[in-house]
């Protein structure tokens, strides 16, 4: 399933605000599992926001776990540079890059799958936003409770 669920287009807030024009990961059969999501990185050249979750293999059934992760994640091609986005309002940080079973093998290894965006206008439109392209729960606990008190931090932070 794609997130966001409806496509991406002018007027909706992922492509307008967080400048998301492309999402969802599907398992191609032909790759023998090479982009499977086993953990999240920084972006290689963008400075490291939150440290790096690698997927709880634990959690997984037994055929992702075989296979060393899962294929239920969405992923964006490339990070966003807001400032040659014309129009763009706001602040993006990227923070975690799409780390592939496979590595360099999956056209999805290092691209942006996590984000976070806030507008920095002293009247701001809308509120803090992350979005993560990966579930948390499947990251190993003391990751993923670490980065989401450093996000509720950063909420908690700003308008």
Same mark, same amino acid.
Not at 39 to 48: D, F, K, L, T
Not at 86 to 94: H, I, K, Q
């Given at each position: !399933?794609?997130? %966001?669920?409806?496509?991406?287009? %002018?007027?909706?807030?992922?492509w ?5 024009h $492309?999402?969802n ?6 790759? &023998? ?5 086993? $953990?999240?990185r920084?972006? %290689? ?5 939150y440290?790096?979750m $690698?997927?709880d ?7 992702? &776990?075989?296979?060393? +992760? ?21 602040d993006?940080?990227?923070l975690y890059?799409y ?6 093998? $999956?056209?999805?290894? *290092?691209k ?10 002293? &009247? ?5 936003? @992350?979005?993560? +392209?990966?579930?948390l729960?499947? !990251?190993?606990d003391? @990751?993923? @409770?670490?980065?989401f008190n @450093?996000?509720?931090?950063w909420?908690?932070? *700003?308008p």
């Amino acid at each position: !399933m794609a997130y %966001p669920k409806t496509e991406l287009g %002018p007027g909706n807030f992922a492509w307008d605000f967080l400048k998301l024009h $492309s999402s969802n990961i599907n398992n191609d059969k032909g790759t &023998k599992n090479a982009n499977l999501f086993h $953990s999240a990185r920084w972006i %290689p050249g963008v400075p490291a926001i939150y440290d790096t979750m $690698s997927v709880d293999l634990n959690k997984l059934n037994l055929f992702q &776990k075989a296979a060393g +992760g899962y294929s239920h994640a969405d992923a964006v091609f490339g990070p966003i540079d807001a400032e040659a986005e014309p129009g763009f309002e706001g602040d993006v940080d990227s923070l975690y890059a799409y780390c592939a079973v496979g590595g360099s093998a $999956s056209p999805y290894d *290092g691209k942006l799958c996590a984000l976070r965006w806030h507008d920095a206008a002293p &009247k701001p439109l809308h509120g803090r936003t @992350q979005w993560f +392209g990966f579930e948390l729960y499947f !990251m190993h606990d003391d @990751q993923a @409770q670490k980065t989401f008190n @450093q996000s509720l931090d950063w909420f908690r932070a *700003g308008p």
